[in-house]
């Protein structure tokens, strides 16, 4: 008995590995043309489903439920029922790239069972991807692969273990006598240190990126800025509407308010805890000019906190989605190799970028302007801002 047991518990461990390696990054998501199956969807899910055209059609099964909706991006969506008990909607086409969404049943929140759950907005989502002809740059290929790594440290500024995803890049592992830059990354509001891997796939962007020779291999480290010390309040709520698309509008009903952020403890993390456990567990090379700072939306606050006040110890920043730099924001412009500024062209600020660089330039500063065609505040914005940013990075 024992034995069947085991034989069953194997089994249905080894189902969900398949489940897992055959959803996400293991997927193809350049159907383009083609309806099929979200790639995030568990082993066999029909729904939700990619229409040629790039709307999404939903499905969820709740026959004793009195409304369904579907919540693409923060905006729900009323679902019909049908005669089966199975509720459905064809979304209007979507962006380009991943987005989230999930279920609201009755006012409750839940996420769809069949396809695999993600960070954001501070919650599990559930996500797809509309292809694009375009996204080669983040596409799983015969190429050679680093690893994505998850490690714990302790922190003695919080008092408490920490969790971090690191990637190293392909032939870390064999070349024991090389030492690697190291660029940290921040997510946005609501995220974590999953994020950039997940939904951002960096680690196939620069897969991609070093075998077409357009990078230096170097470390990515990410984590999550939320940082306290024993007996520290977490953050409070303030009013402030939620930014969709680049636009500032009013908040639904029911949505939660936004949050009154301090990253001064995670400052203190960075600087006496995280970056001296990477440089004494990772071959890296330590001294500033091989180290950089880069986040999306949240994550650039964050950046300037931790950076701008650290430039001794970082050369390169990187701002996706989350205003400018000016030069009386940098005390010792001979340490900055580079700023790099970046905002979907549908995102306010965007028009500004360019007046941003010009003026860090001026002042003797390296300084780029990117923006992303036909993107908002989303993680097309923010793939195609690492794949700009990348190239840049520990050249001089």
Known sequence: MKHNIVFVLVMVISFNSICLAQSGQNSNVFNV???????????????????ADSRVTFRFKAPYAQKVQVSIANTPFDMVKGADGVWSYTSEPQDKGYHNYWMIVDSAIVVDPVTNAFIGYSRMCNGFEIPDPDGGFYELKNVPHGDALIKNYFSKTTNSWRHIFIYTPPGYENNKSTRYPVLYLQHGGGEDERVWIEMGRTNLILDNLIAE????????????????????????????????????????????????????????????????????????????????????????????????????????????????????????????????????????????????????????????????????????????????????????
């Not at 939306?297 to 701002?319: E, H, P, Q």
Request: proline share 8%.
């Open 213 to 396: 020779g357009k990078v230096k291999p170097f470390i990515v480290v990410m984590e999550t800025s939320a940082a306290y010390k024993p007996g520290e309040a977490p953050p409070q709520p303030r009013p402030m509407a939620p930014v969709a698309r680049g636009q500032v509008v009013q908040p639904p009903s029911g949505a939660r308010p936004r949050m009154m952020f301090s990253f001064d403890t995670y400052k203190e993390v960075m600087i006496n805890d995280l970056i001296p456990f990477i440089d004494s567990n990772f071959r890296t090379l330590t001294d500033g000019k091989y180290r950089a700072m880069a986040g999306l939306s949240m994550g650039t606050f964050v950046t300037r906190v931790v950076a701008l006040a650290n430039l001794d110890k970082f050369s390169y920043l990187g701002i996706f989605s989350g205003g400018t730099i000016s030069p009386r924001d940098i005390s010792d412009k001979g340490k900055v190799k580079l700023v790099f500024m970046s905002y979907g062209s549908r995102e306010r600020g965007a028009d500004g970028l360019k007046i941003a660089a010009d003026s860090l330039q001026q002042a003797g500063i390296n300084a780029v302007a990117y923006v992303s065609p036909l993107t908002a505040h989303e993680w097309q914005s923010w793939r195609r801002s690492l794949r700009e940013f990348a190239p840049l990075l520990f050249k001089n």
């Open 33 to 51: 043309d083609t309806a099929h199956a979200s790639p995030y969807n568990l082993y066999g899910a029909k729904y939700p489903r990619i229409e």
